[in-house]
Protein backbone atom coordinates (compact mmCIF):
# COMPACT_ATOMS: atom_id res chain seq x y z
CA UNK A 1 0.00 0.00 0.00
CA UNK A 2 1.38 3.07 -1.08
CA UNK A 3 0.58 6.00 0.86
CA UNK A 4 0.80 9.69 0.15
CA UNK A 5 1.35 11.75 3.56
CA UNK A 6 -0.18 15.31 3.58
CA UNK A 7 1.95 17.91 5.26
CA UNK A 8 0.54 17.40 8.84
CA UNK A 9 1.51 13.11 8.53
CA UNK A 10 4.59 14.39 7.41
CA UNK A 11 5.54 16.62 10.48
CA UNK A 12 4.30 13.39 12.56
CA UNK A 13 6.35 11.25 11.06
CA UNK A 14 9.31 13.10 11.21
CA UNK A 15 8.46 13.97 15.03
CA UNK A 16 8.04 10.35 15.51
CA UNK A 17 10.97 9.14 14.46
CA UNK A 18 13.17 11.47 16.52
CA UNK A 19 11.22 11.32 19.64
CA UNK A 20 11.42 7.43 19.05
CA UNK A 21 15.44 7.60 18.42
CA UNK A 22 16.04 9.88 21.55
CA UNK A 23 14.22 7.50 23.54
CA UNK A 24 16.57 5.01 22.02
CA UNK A 25 19.36 6.49 23.02
CA UNK A 26 18.07 7.35 26.56
CA UNK A 27 17.43 3.87 27.39
CA UNK A 28 20.91 2.90 25.86
CA UNK A 29 23.32 5.09 27.24
CA UNK A 30 23.33 4.56 30.72
CA UNK A 31 24.13 0.83 30.12
CA UNK A 32 27.02 2.04 27.17
CA UNK A 33 28.29 4.17 29.64
CA UNK A 34 28.10 1.39 32.42
CA UNK A 35 30.43 -1.16 30.35
CA UNK A 36 32.77 1.46 29.12
CA UNK A 37 33.57 2.59 32.72
CA UNK A 38 33.63 -0.98 33.48
CA UNK A 39 37.17 -1.08 30.84
CA UNK A 40 38.45 1.94 32.23
CA UNK A 41 41.18 2.86 34.65
CA UNK A 42 40.56 4.38 38.16
CA UNK A 43 41.99 7.22 36.93
CA UNK A 44 40.00 7.86 34.67
CA UNK A 45 36.94 7.33 36.29
CA UNK A 46 38.04 9.44 39.16
CA UNK A 47 38.40 12.91 37.02
CA UNK A 48 35.32 12.01 35.35
CA UNK A 49 36.45 11.39 32.16
CA UNK A 50 34.64 8.80 30.78
CA UNK A 51 31.88 9.62 28.57
CA UNK A 52 31.24 7.61 25.82
CA UNK A 53 34.05 4.89 25.02
CA UNK A 54 36.54 3.26 27.66
CA UNK A 55 39.58 5.90 28.51
CA UNK A 56 42.77 4.42 29.18
CA UNK A 57 41.41 0.97 28.60
CA UNK A 58 42.33 -1.84 31.29
CA UNK A 59 40.84 -5.26 32.63
CA UNK A 60 42.00 -4.61 36.07
CA UNK A 61 38.12 -3.71 37.19
CA UNK A 62 37.43 -7.38 36.05
CA UNK A 63 40.35 -8.91 37.67
CA UNK A 64 39.33 -7.51 40.90
CA UNK A 65 35.91 -8.67 40.75
CA UNK A 66 36.85 -12.10 39.79
CA UNK A 67 38.99 -12.20 42.88
CA UNK A 68 36.70 -10.59 45.33
CA UNK A 69 35.12 -13.72 46.97
CA UNK A 70 31.87 -12.66 48.88
CA UNK A 71 30.34 -11.78 44.89
CA UNK A 72 30.81 -15.40 44.25
CA UNK A 73 29.72 -17.04 47.30
CA UNK A 74 27.06 -14.69 46.68
CA UNK A 75 25.45 -15.57 43.25
CA UNK A 76 25.92 -19.16 44.35
CA UNK A 77 23.26 -18.83 47.07
CA UNK A 78 20.91 -16.49 44.63
CA UNK A 79 20.95 -19.80 42.00
CA UNK A 80 20.12 -21.93 45.00
CA UNK A 81 17.18 -19.77 46.20
CA UNK A 82 15.88 -18.57 42.80
CA UNK A 83 15.70 -22.33 41.61
CA UNK A 84 14.48 -23.98 44.64
CA UNK A 85 12.06 -20.79 45.10
CA UNK A 86 10.81 -21.15 41.18
CA UNK A 87 10.13 -25.01 41.56
CA UNK A 88 8.16 -24.79 45.12
CA UNK A 89 6.61 -21.93 43.58
CA UNK A 90 5.32 -23.51 40.41
CA UNK A 91 4.42 -26.67 41.56
CA UNK A 92 1.93 -24.90 44.35
CA UNK A 93 0.80 -22.98 41.37
CA UNK A 94 -0.16 -25.38 39.55
CA UNK A 95 -1.66 -27.55 42.56
CA UNK A 96 -4.22 -24.52 43.34
CA UNK A 97 -4.78 -23.50 39.80
CA UNK A 98 -5.80 -26.49 37.89
CA UNK A 99 -8.54 -27.47 40.26
CA UNK A 100 -9.80 -23.85 40.02
CA UNK A 101 -9.66 -24.14 36.79
CA UNK A 102 -12.17 -27.26 36.42
CA UNK A 103 -16.12 -26.54 36.45
CA UNK A 104 -17.28 -29.71 38.22
CA UNK A 105 -15.83 -28.81 42.17
CA UNK A 106 -18.52 -27.47 44.21
CA UNK A 107 -17.83 -23.92 46.05
CA UNK A 108 -15.50 -22.66 43.50
CA UNK A 109 -16.55 -19.18 44.36
CA UNK A 110 -15.50 -19.42 47.99
CA UNK A 111 -12.13 -20.71 46.77
CA UNK A 112 -11.77 -18.13 44.18
CA UNK A 113 -13.01 -15.68 47.03
CA UNK A 114 -10.04 -17.35 49.34
CA UNK A 115 -7.62 -16.77 47.31
CA UNK A 116 -8.24 -13.43 45.64
CA UNK A 117 -8.49 -11.40 48.89
CA UNK A 118 -4.95 -12.20 49.42
CA UNK A 119 -4.43 -9.44 46.77
CA UNK A 120 -6.04 -7.36 48.20
CA UNK A 121 -5.39 -7.23 51.67
CA UNK A 122 -2.34 -8.46 53.81
CA UNK A 123 -1.17 -8.37 57.79
CA UNK A 124 2.22 -6.63 56.85
CA UNK A 125 5.58 -6.81 57.45
CA UNK A 126 5.56 -7.43 61.30
CA UNK A 127 2.98 -10.72 61.47
CA UNK A 128 4.85 -12.07 59.01
CA UNK A 129 8.46 -11.29 60.38
CA UNK A 130 6.95 -13.18 63.43
CA UNK A 131 5.30 -15.55 62.16
CA UNK A 132 8.85 -16.69 60.15
CA UNK A 133 10.45 -16.43 63.73
CA UNK A 134 7.94 -18.72 65.42
CA UNK A 135 8.29 -21.25 62.27
CA UNK A 136 12.02 -21.20 63.59
CA UNK A 137 13.35 -19.52 59.83
CA UNK A 138 15.06 -17.01 60.29
CA UNK A 139 18.57 -17.07 58.73
CA UNK A 140 17.54 -20.15 56.60
CA UNK A 141 16.63 -20.05 52.84
CA UNK A 142 13.04 -21.30 54.05
CA UNK A 143 12.50 -17.44 54.60
CA UNK A 144 13.76 -16.17 51.48
CA UNK A 145 11.14 -18.90 49.36
CA UNK A 146 8.38 -20.30 51.56
CA UNK A 147 6.51 -16.33 52.19
CA UNK A 148 6.30 -15.18 48.98
CA UNK A 149 6.03 -18.70 47.02
CA UNK A 150 2.04 -19.02 46.29
CA UNK A 151 0.81 -15.37 44.71
CA UNK A 152 -3.15 -15.54 44.05
CA UNK A 153 -2.52 -13.91 40.42
CA UNK A 154 0.24 -16.68 39.49
CA UNK A 155 -2.44 -19.02 40.18
CA UNK A 156 -5.42 -17.02 38.27
CA UNK A 157 -3.16 -16.56 35.31
CA UNK A 158 -2.54 -20.07 34.56
CA UNK A 159 -5.97 -21.00 35.47
CA UNK A 160 -7.37 -18.64 32.67
CA UNK A 161 -4.83 -20.51 30.72
CA UNK A 162 -6.33 -23.60 31.59
CA UNK A 163 -9.93 -22.33 30.98
CA UNK A 164 -9.06 -21.37 27.29
CA UNK A 165 -6.35 -24.04 26.40
CA UNK A 166 -7.25 -27.18 27.94
CA UNK A 167 -10.15 -28.79 25.84
CA UNK A 168 -12.81 -30.66 27.92
CA UNK A 169 -13.15 -33.16 25.27
CA UNK A 170 -9.28 -33.99 26.22
CA UNK A 171 -10.57 -34.83 29.54
CA UNK A 172 -13.82 -36.95 28.75
CA UNK A 173 -11.67 -38.94 26.53
CA UNK A 174 -9.25 -39.78 28.93
CA UNK A 175 -11.94 -40.44 31.78
CA UNK A 176 -13.22 -43.01 29.11
CA UNK A 177 -9.88 -44.57 28.91
CA UNK A 178 -10.06 -45.13 32.42
CA UNK A 179 -7.81 -41.79 33.78
CA UNK A 180 -8.28 -40.04 36.73
CA UNK A 181 -7.55 -36.77 37.33
CA UNK A 182 -3.78 -36.61 38.92
CA UNK A 183 -2.78 -38.84 35.80
CA UNK A 184 -4.38 -36.32 33.66
CA UNK A 185 -2.94 -33.28 35.48
CA UNK A 186 0.67 -35.30 35.30
CA UNK A 187 0.29 -36.87 31.56
CA UNK A 188 -2.00 -34.40 29.90
CA UNK A 189 -2.30 -30.66 31.31
CA UNK A 190 1.31 -30.03 32.35
CA UNK A 191 2.60 -31.33 28.95
CA UNK A 192 0.21 -29.00 26.95
CA UNK A 193 1.04 -26.46 29.28
CA UNK A 194 4.27 -25.63 29.20
CA UNK A 195 3.78 -22.10 27.86
CA UNK A 196 2.07 -20.68 31.24
CA UNK A 197 4.36 -22.88 33.35
CA UNK A 198 7.19 -21.06 31.21
CA UNK A 199 6.03 -17.77 31.74
CA UNK A 200 5.08 -17.94 35.75
CA UNK A 201 8.65 -19.66 36.10
CA UNK A 202 10.27 -16.38 34.73
CA UNK A 203 8.41 -14.12 36.70
CA UNK A 204 8.82 -15.86 39.69
CA UNK A 205 12.51 -16.75 38.90
CA UNK A 206 13.72 -13.22 37.81
CA UNK A 207 11.73 -11.80 41.12
CA UNK A 208 14.05 -13.88 43.29
CA UNK A 209 16.78 -13.12 41.72
CA UNK A 210 16.02 -9.37 42.36
CA UNK A 211 15.01 -8.92 45.49
CA UNK A 212 16.57 -7.89 48.55
CA UNK A 213 14.68 -7.62 51.24
CA UNK A 214 13.52 -10.53 52.32
CA UNK A 215 16.82 -11.44 52.65
CA UNK A 216 18.14 -7.96 54.27
CA UNK A 217 15.57 -8.83 57.01
CA UNK A 218 15.43 -12.69 57.79
CA UNK A 219 19.06 -13.61 56.89
CA UNK A 220 21.92 -12.57 59.61
CA UNK A 221 24.88 -14.73 58.37
CA UNK A 222 27.50 -13.00 55.54
CA UNK A 223 27.93 -16.62 54.11
CA UNK A 224 24.18 -17.21 53.25
CA UNK A 225 23.57 -13.52 51.57
CA UNK A 226 22.39 -13.26 47.88
CA UNK A 227 24.15 -11.89 45.42
CA UNK A 228 21.83 -8.04 45.43
CA UNK A 229 22.86 -8.10 49.30
CA UNK A 230 26.05 -8.50 48.30
CA UNK A 231 25.68 -6.12 45.64
CA UNK A 232 24.02 -3.50 48.13
CA UNK A 233 27.05 -3.37 50.04
CA UNK A 234 28.95 -2.49 47.30
CA UNK A 235 27.41 -0.48 45.29
CA UNK A 236 24.79 1.90 47.93
CA UNK A 237 26.38 1.46 51.44
CA UNK A 238 30.39 1.33 49.86
CA UNK A 239 31.10 -0.93 52.54
CA UNK A 240 34.04 -2.88 50.25
CA UNK A 241 36.74 -4.63 51.87
CA UNK A 242 39.39 -5.24 49.88
CA UNK A 243 42.16 -6.56 52.03
CA UNK A 244 39.30 -9.20 52.97
CA UNK A 245 39.64 -10.69 49.67
CA UNK A 246 41.37 -12.46 47.33
CA UNK A 247 42.94 -9.42 45.56
CA UNK A 248 47.01 -9.21 45.28
CA UNK A 249 47.72 -6.94 47.74
CA UNK A 250 50.34 -5.18 45.55
CA UNK A 251 47.76 -4.54 42.90
CA UNK A 252 45.77 -2.72 45.67
CA UNK A 253 48.18 -0.97 46.72
CA UNK A 254 49.36 0.77 43.44
CA UNK A 255 45.54 1.35 42.43
CA UNK A 256 44.00 3.60 45.06
CA UNK A 257 40.75 3.73 43.27
CA UNK A 258 40.11 -0.03 42.90
CA UNK A 259 37.19 0.15 45.21
CA UNK A 260 35.41 2.48 42.45
CA UNK A 261 36.75 -0.09 39.45
CA UNK A 262 34.68 -2.61 41.33
CA UNK A 263 31.57 -0.90 41.10
CA UNK A 264 31.71 -0.80 37.67
CA UNK A 265 32.94 -4.47 37.24
CA UNK A 266 30.04 -5.79 39.73
CA UNK A 267 27.03 -4.35 37.82
CA UNK A 268 28.31 -5.79 34.47
CA UNK A 269 29.13 -9.04 35.91
CA UNK A 270 25.61 -9.46 38.03
CA UNK A 271 23.71 -8.53 35.27
CA UNK A 272 25.69 -11.01 32.41
CA UNK A 273 23.42 -13.90 33.37
CA UNK A 274 20.07 -11.99 32.33
CA UNK A 275 21.60 -9.89 29.45
CA UNK A 276 22.36 -13.26 27.97
CA UNK A 277 18.96 -15.08 28.64
CA UNK A 278 17.31 -12.06 27.41
CA UNK A 279 16.62 -12.63 23.95
CA UNK A 280 15.71 -15.68 24.62
CA UNK A 281 13.14 -15.03 27.66
CA UNK A 282 11.89 -11.62 26.71
CA UNK A 283 8.99 -13.14 24.10
CA UNK A 284 7.28 -15.11 27.38
CA UNK A 285 7.22 -12.01 29.42
CA UNK A 286 5.46 -10.50 26.83
CA UNK A 287 3.36 -13.49 26.58
CA UNK A 288 3.10 -13.46 30.14
CA UNK A 289 1.51 -9.92 30.04
CA UNK A 290 -0.84 -11.00 27.44
CA UNK A 291 -2.26 -13.87 29.13
CA UNK A 292 -2.54 -11.69 32.03
CA UNK A 293 -4.19 -8.99 31.50
CA UNK A 294 -6.86 -11.88 30.31
CA UNK A 295 -9.45 -11.10 32.98
CA UNK A 296 -10.06 -14.12 35.15
CA UNK B 1 -17.90 -26.42 29.04
CA UNK B 2 -21.29 -27.13 27.64
CA UNK B 3 -20.76 -30.05 27.03
CA UNK B 4 -20.27 -31.31 30.55
CA UNK B 5 -23.54 -29.51 31.83
CA UNK B 6 -25.18 -31.33 29.02
CA UNK B 7 -23.83 -35.12 30.33
CA UNK B 8 -23.98 -33.96 33.94
CA UNK B 9 -27.81 -33.16 33.74
CA UNK B 10 -29.54 -36.22 34.40
CA UNK B 11 -27.02 -36.48 37.71
CA UNK B 12 -28.40 -33.18 38.83
CA UNK B 13 -32.08 -34.04 38.87
CA UNK B 14 -30.64 -37.23 41.13
CA UNK B 15 -29.69 -34.06 43.50
CA UNK B 16 -33.20 -33.19 44.00
CA UNK B 17 -34.02 -36.72 45.19
CA UNK B 18 -31.47 -38.07 47.30
CA UNK B 19 -28.76 -35.41 48.01
CA UNK B 20 -26.55 -36.80 50.17
CA UNK B 21 -26.19 -40.10 47.85
CA UNK B 22 -25.52 -37.51 45.06
CA UNK B 23 -22.91 -35.60 47.11
CA UNK B 24 -20.68 -38.35 48.16
CA UNK B 25 -20.99 -39.41 44.66
CA UNK B 26 -19.56 -36.26 43.56
CA UNK B 27 -16.53 -36.56 46.00
CA UNK B 28 -15.80 -40.23 44.71
CA UNK B 29 -15.36 -38.46 41.25
CA UNK B 30 -13.76 -35.13 42.08
CA UNK B 31 -12.11 -35.82 45.72
CA UNK B 32 -8.19 -35.67 43.71
CA UNK B 33 -9.19 -32.13 43.15
CA UNK B 34 -9.90 -31.20 46.38
CA UNK B 35 -6.64 -32.78 47.17
CA UNK B 36 -4.72 -30.97 45.45
CA UNK B 37 -5.81 -27.85 46.69
CA UNK B 38 -5.53 -28.94 49.90
CA UNK B 39 -1.66 -27.70 50.09
CA UNK B 40 -2.15 -24.54 48.22
CA UNK B 41 -4.92 -23.81 50.71
CA UNK B 42 -3.18 -24.57 53.79
CA UNK B 43 -0.12 -22.72 52.46
CA UNK B 44 -2.31 -19.88 52.45
CA UNK B 45 -3.85 -20.22 55.81
CA UNK B 46 -0.02 -20.09 56.99
CA UNK B 47 2.05 -17.61 54.82
CA UNK B 48 -1.59 -15.17 54.19
CA UNK B 49 -4.18 -15.50 56.78
CA UNK B 50 -2.08 -16.10 59.84
CA UNK B 51 0.00 -12.29 59.87
CA UNK B 52 -3.82 -10.93 59.42
CA UNK B 53 -4.72 -12.46 62.43
CA UNK B 54 -1.44 -11.62 63.76
CA UNK B 55 -2.20 -8.41 62.27
CA UNK B 56 -4.43 -7.89 65.56
CA UNK B 57 -1.49 -7.22 67.78
CA UNK B 58 -1.90 -3.42 66.81
CA UNK B 59 -4.97 -3.08 68.64
CA UNK B 60 -2.46 -4.51 71.56
CA UNK B 61 0.21 -3.68 73.80
CA UNK B 62 1.84 -6.71 72.05
CA UNK B 63 4.85 -8.40 74.03
CA UNK B 64 6.54 -11.17 72.76
CA UNK B 65 6.45 -13.13 75.58
CA UNK B 66 2.55 -13.19 76.39
CA UNK B 67 1.63 -13.72 72.21
CA UNK B 68 -0.53 -12.47 69.87
CA UNK B 69 -3.49 -13.37 72.37
CA UNK B 70 -1.81 -12.83 75.77
CA UNK B 71 -0.94 -9.44 75.13
CA UNK B 72 -3.47 -6.78 77.11
CA UNK B 73 -5.66 -4.58 75.13
CA UNK B 74 -3.81 -1.47 74.19
CA UNK B 75 -5.75 1.92 75.64
CA UNK B 76 -8.29 4.14 74.21
CA UNK B 77 -10.33 0.82 73.12
CA UNK B 78 -7.35 -0.93 71.37
CA UNK B 79 -6.71 2.11 69.25
CA UNK B 80 -3.65 3.76 71.47
CA UNK B 81 -0.89 2.80 68.88
CA UNK B 82 -3.06 4.48 65.66
CA UNK B 83 -3.71 7.47 67.72
CA UNK B 84 -0.09 7.74 68.44
CA UNK B 85 0.43 7.46 64.38
CA UNK B 86 -2.21 9.53 63.44
CA UNK B 87 -0.63 12.08 66.20
CA UNK B 88 3.12 11.48 65.32
CA UNK B 89 4.77 14.18 63.11
CA UNK B 90 5.95 12.20 61.35
CA UNK B 91 2.55 10.83 60.12
CA UNK B 92 2.02 14.13 57.63
CA UNK B 93 5.31 13.22 56.24
CA UNK B 94 5.34 10.03 55.53
CA UNK B 95 1.62 10.15 54.00
CA UNK B 96 2.58 13.10 52.02
CA UNK B 97 5.52 11.68 50.62
CA UNK B 98 3.83 8.54 49.81
CA UNK B 99 1.18 9.75 47.76
CA UNK B 100 2.91 12.87 45.74
CA UNK B 101 5.23 9.93 45.17
CA UNK B 102 2.64 7.71 44.05
CA UNK B 103 0.27 10.31 42.26
CA UNK B 104 3.02 11.41 40.43
CA UNK B 105 4.23 7.87 39.26
CA UNK B 106 0.45 7.57 37.87
CA UNK B 107 0.55 10.93 36.49
CA UNK B 108 3.79 10.48 34.40
CA UNK B 109 3.72 6.33 33.72
CA UNK B 110 0.28 6.37 32.13
CA UNK B 111 1.60 9.12 29.34
CA UNK B 112 4.58 8.08 28.84
CA UNK B 113 3.41 4.18 27.68
CA UNK B 114 0.27 5.35 25.83
CA UNK B 115 2.48 7.86 23.97
CA UNK B 116 5.17 5.03 23.42
CA UNK B 117 3.11 2.27 22.35
CA UNK B 118 1.40 4.80 20.19
CA UNK B 119 4.45 6.33 18.61
CA UNK B 120 5.58 2.68 17.90
CA UNK B 121 2.41 1.79 16.06
CA UNK B 122 2.82 4.35 13.26
CA UNK B 123 6.73 2.98 12.70
CA UNK B 124 6.06 1.20 9.65
CA UNK B 125 9.29 -0.54 9.29
CA UNK B 126 8.99 -3.57 11.55
CA UNK B 127 12.22 -4.29 11.82
CA UNK B 128 12.95 -0.73 13.50
CA UNK B 129 10.10 -1.36 15.59
CA UNK B 130 11.13 -4.80 16.80
CA UNK B 131 14.61 -3.42 17.74
CA UNK B 132 13.49 -0.84 19.54
CA UNK B 133 11.06 -2.58 21.58
CA UNK B 134 13.42 -5.22 22.34
CA UNK B 135 15.59 -2.47 23.60
CA UNK B 136 13.02 -1.10 25.58
CA UNK B 137 12.28 -3.52 27.49
CA UNK B 138 15.96 -4.86 28.48
CA UNK B 139 16.52 -2.16 31.68
CA UNK B 140 12.62 -4.10 33.39
CA UNK B 141 14.91 -6.69 34.23
CA UNK B 142 17.57 -5.63 36.07
CA UNK B 143 17.34 -5.63 39.66
CA UNK B 144 16.45 -2.69 42.03
CA UNK B 145 19.51 -2.67 43.57
CA UNK B 146 21.49 -2.07 39.94
CA UNK B 147 19.41 0.50 39.22
CA UNK B 148 19.94 2.42 42.31
CA UNK B 149 23.41 1.84 42.14
CA UNK B 150 23.51 3.36 38.47
CA UNK B 151 21.60 6.31 39.58
CA UNK B 152 24.71 7.19 42.05
CA UNK B 153 26.96 6.56 39.77
CA UNK B 154 25.56 8.81 36.89
CA UNK B 155 24.40 11.19 39.15
CA UNK B 156 27.28 11.74 40.95
CA UNK B 157 28.45 15.23 41.05
CA UNK B 158 31.98 14.99 40.29
CA UNK B 159 32.16 11.47 38.42
CA UNK B 160 29.16 10.90 36.98
CA UNK B 161 28.52 11.74 33.24
CA UNK B 162 24.35 13.49 34.30
CA UNK B 163 25.09 14.64 37.32
CA UNK B 164 28.47 16.09 36.93
CA UNK B 165 26.60 17.94 33.81
CA UNK B 166 23.71 19.04 36.25
CA UNK B 167 26.26 20.19 38.90
CA UNK B 168 28.24 22.52 36.78
CA UNK B 169 25.35 24.37 35.40
CA UNK B 170 22.30 24.52 38.53
CA UNK B 171 24.74 23.71 41.18
CA UNK B 172 22.36 21.13 42.83
CA UNK B 173 23.51 17.68 43.93
CA UNK B 174 20.67 15.37 42.72
CA UNK B 175 21.67 12.57 45.01
CA UNK B 176 21.48 14.54 48.32
CA UNK B 177 18.11 16.84 47.40
CA UNK B 178 15.09 16.33 49.28
CA UNK B 179 13.29 18.20 46.20
CA UNK B 180 14.74 16.68 43.28
CA UNK B 181 14.50 12.65 45.19
CA UNK B 182 10.53 12.29 43.64
CA UNK B 183 11.41 13.10 39.98
CA UNK B 184 14.52 11.26 40.08
CA UNK B 185 12.24 8.32 41.65
CA UNK B 186 9.26 8.70 39.49
CA UNK B 187 12.12 9.14 35.91
CA UNK B 188 14.40 5.99 37.09
CA UNK B 189 11.08 4.51 37.30
CA UNK B 190 9.91 5.25 33.91
CA UNK B 191 13.21 4.74 32.25
CA UNK B 192 13.13 0.94 33.62
CA UNK B 193 9.62 -0.15 32.69
CA UNK B 194 7.95 2.16 30.42
CA UNK B 195 9.05 -0.05 27.41
CA UNK B 196 7.29 -3.27 29.36
CA UNK B 197 4.32 -0.64 30.59
CA UNK B 198 3.57 -0.16 26.74
CA UNK B 199 3.09 -3.83 26.11
CA UNK B 200 -0.15 -4.24 27.22
CA UNK B 201 -1.20 -0.92 24.38
CA UNK B 202 0.16 -2.44 22.14
CA UNK B 203 -1.58 -5.22 22.35
CA UNK B 204 -4.82 -3.18 22.25
CA UNK B 205 -3.52 -0.83 19.45
CA UNK B 206 -2.77 -4.30 17.02
CA UNK B 207 -6.66 -5.75 17.92
CA UNK B 208 -8.21 -2.32 16.47
CA UNK B 209 -9.80 -2.82 12.56
CA UNK B 210 -7.27 -1.78 10.22
CA UNK B 211 -10.35 -1.22 7.93
CA UNK B 212 -11.35 1.63 10.08
CA UNK B 213 -8.12 3.59 9.51
CA UNK B 214 -8.47 2.82 5.72
CA UNK B 215 -11.58 4.42 5.51
CA UNK B 216 -10.56 7.57 8.14
CA UNK B 217 -7.38 7.49 5.47
CA UNK B 218 -9.81 7.60 2.59
CA UNK B 219 -12.04 10.64 4.15
CA UNK B 220 -8.86 12.52 4.36
CA UNK B 221 -8.02 11.91 7.89
CA UNK B 222 -4.51 13.14 9.55
CA UNK B 223 -2.74 10.31 11.76
CA UNK B 224 -3.91 12.87 14.96
CA UNK B 225 -7.08 12.63 14.17
CA UNK B 226 -7.21 8.96 13.64
CA UNK B 227 -5.17 8.56 16.87
CA UNK B 228 -7.39 10.49 18.57
CA UNK B 229 -10.68 9.13 16.92
CA UNK B 230 -9.57 5.44 16.55
CA UNK B 231 -6.63 4.34 18.53
CA UNK B 232 -7.52 6.03 21.75
CA UNK B 233 -11.16 4.74 22.11
CA UNK B 234 -9.29 1.36 21.27
CA UNK B 235 -6.84 1.71 24.39
CA UNK B 236 -9.50 3.56 27.05
CA UNK B 237 -11.03 0.11 28.60
CA UNK B 238 -7.21 -1.08 29.39
CA UNK B 239 -6.28 2.20 30.85
CA UNK B 240 -8.90 1.88 33.22
CA UNK B 241 -8.61 -1.30 34.41
CA UNK B 242 -4.91 -0.63 34.74
CA UNK B 243 -5.94 2.70 36.93
CA UNK B 244 -8.43 1.36 39.38
CA UNK B 245 -5.31 -1.77 40.03
CA UNK B 246 -3.09 2.06 40.70
CA UNK B 247 -5.09 3.75 42.74
CA UNK B 248 -6.11 0.64 44.69
CA UNK B 249 -2.22 0.66 45.03
CA UNK B 250 -1.50 3.98 45.85
CA UNK B 251 -0.11 3.52 49.20
CA UNK B 252 1.91 0.50 48.24
CA UNK B 253 4.96 2.05 46.34
CA UNK B 254 8.22 -0.60 45.56
CA UNK B 255 9.61 -0.02 49.42
CA UNK B 256 12.42 -1.62 47.89
CA UNK B 257 13.78 0.98 45.49
CA UNK B 258 12.80 3.37 47.92
CA UNK B 259 14.79 2.33 50.72
CA UNK B 260 17.82 1.46 48.36
CA UNK B 261 17.37 5.04 47.31
CA UNK B 262 17.10 6.89 50.84
CA UNK B 263 19.87 8.85 52.37
CA UNK B 264 20.29 11.10 55.18
CA UNK B 265 19.82 14.53 52.98
CA UNK B 266 16.85 13.00 51.38
CA UNK B 267 14.80 11.82 53.50
CA UNK B 268 12.53 14.17 54.45
CA UNK B 269 11.19 13.29 50.95
CA UNK B 270 11.77 9.85 50.20
CA UNK B 271 10.54 8.56 54.05
CA UNK B 272 7.60 6.58 53.07
CA UNK B 273 4.79 4.37 54.96
CA UNK B 274 6.19 0.80 54.65
CA UNK B 275 10.16 2.62 55.43
CA UNK B 276 8.85 4.09 58.35
CA UNK B 277 7.06 1.21 59.75
CA UNK B 278 10.37 -1.30 58.86
CA UNK B 279 12.27 1.03 60.76
CA UNK B 280 10.28 1.17 63.63
CA UNK B 281 10.02 -2.54 63.68
CA UNK B 282 13.20 -3.57 62.52
CA UNK B 283 15.94 -1.15 62.24
CA UNK B 284 15.59 0.66 65.68
CA UNK B 285 17.63 -0.37 68.95
CA UNK B 286 13.94 -0.31 70.81
CA UNK B 287 11.80 -2.18 68.05
CA UNK B 288 7.80 -1.24 68.45
CA UNK B 289 6.20 -4.07 66.66
CA UNK B 290 2.64 -3.32 67.81
CA UNK B 291 2.91 0.20 66.41
CA UNK B 292 5.13 -0.62 63.39
CA UNK B 293 1.80 -3.39 62.85
CA UNK B 294 -0.71 -0.69 62.88
CA UNK B 295 1.44 1.71 60.46
CA UNK B 296 1.11 -1.29 57.97
CA UNK B 297 -2.47 -2.06 59.04
CA UNK B 298 -3.38 1.27 58.52
CA UNK B 299 -1.93 1.13 54.86
CA UNK B 300 -3.62 -2.39 53.83
CA UNK B 301 -7.01 -1.01 55.05
CA UNK B 302 -6.71 1.85 53.30
CA UNK B 303 -5.51 0.45 50.03
CA UNK B 304 -8.44 -1.98 50.32
CA UNK B 305 -10.46 0.60 50.94
CA UNK B 306 -9.76 2.78 47.66
CA UNK B 307 -9.75 -0.52 45.45
CA UNK B 308 -13.05 -0.97 45.91
CA UNK B 309 -14.16 2.75 45.92
CA UNK B 310 -12.23 3.09 42.68
CA UNK B 311 -13.90 -0.10 41.08
CA UNK B 312 -17.22 0.65 42.00
CA UNK B 313 -16.94 4.53 40.83
CA UNK B 314 -15.77 3.17 37.37
CA UNK B 315 -18.14 0.22 37.03
CA UNK B 316 -20.67 3.21 37.25
CA UNK B 317 -18.95 5.66 34.75
CA UNK B 318 -17.93 3.09 32.23
CA UNK B 319 -19.13 -0.06 33.35
CA UNK B 320 -15.40 -1.56 33.49
CA UNK B 321 -14.44 -3.32 36.81
CA UNK B 322 -12.39 -5.85 37.86
CA UNK B 323 -14.80 -8.27 38.98
Not at chain 1, 235 to 247: E, K
Not at chain 1, 260 to 270: D, N, P
Request: proline share 4%.
Amino acid sequence: MKTRYCLQDRIFNIVNHTLLAVFLLAVMYPFIYLISCSFSSGDALMTGKVKILPVEPTLLGYKTVFAYGPIWTGYLNSLIYMVSGTIVSVVLTIMASYPLSRDDIKGKKLFMGYFLFTMMFNGGLVPTYLLVKQLHMIDTIWAIILPTALSAYNVIVARTFYRQNIPLELLEASRLDGCDDFRFLLKIVIPLSKPIIAVISLWVAVALWNSYFSALIYLHSEEKYPLQLILRGILIMGSTDLSQSGVDPEIRLRNQYLGEMLKYGTIVVSSLPLMILYPFVQKYFVKGVMIGSVKG
Amino acid sequence: MQTTRDMDAPGTEKVNIRKSNSLAKHFKGTWQLYTLLLLPIIFLAVFNYYPMYGAIIAFKNYNIRAGILGSPWADNFGLANFIRFFGNYNFIECLRNTLWISVYTILVSFPCAIILALSLNYILNVRYKKAVQLVSYFPYFISTIILVGMINILFNTKTGAIGSIIYSITGTNVLASASAFPSLYVWSGIWQSVGFNAIIYMAALSGVDMQLHEAATVDGATIMQRIRHIDLPAIIPTAVILLILNVGGILNIGYEKVLAMQNPNNLSASEIISTYAYKIALVSSIPDFAYSTAIGLFQSGVGLVLLLVVNRISKGLTSESLW
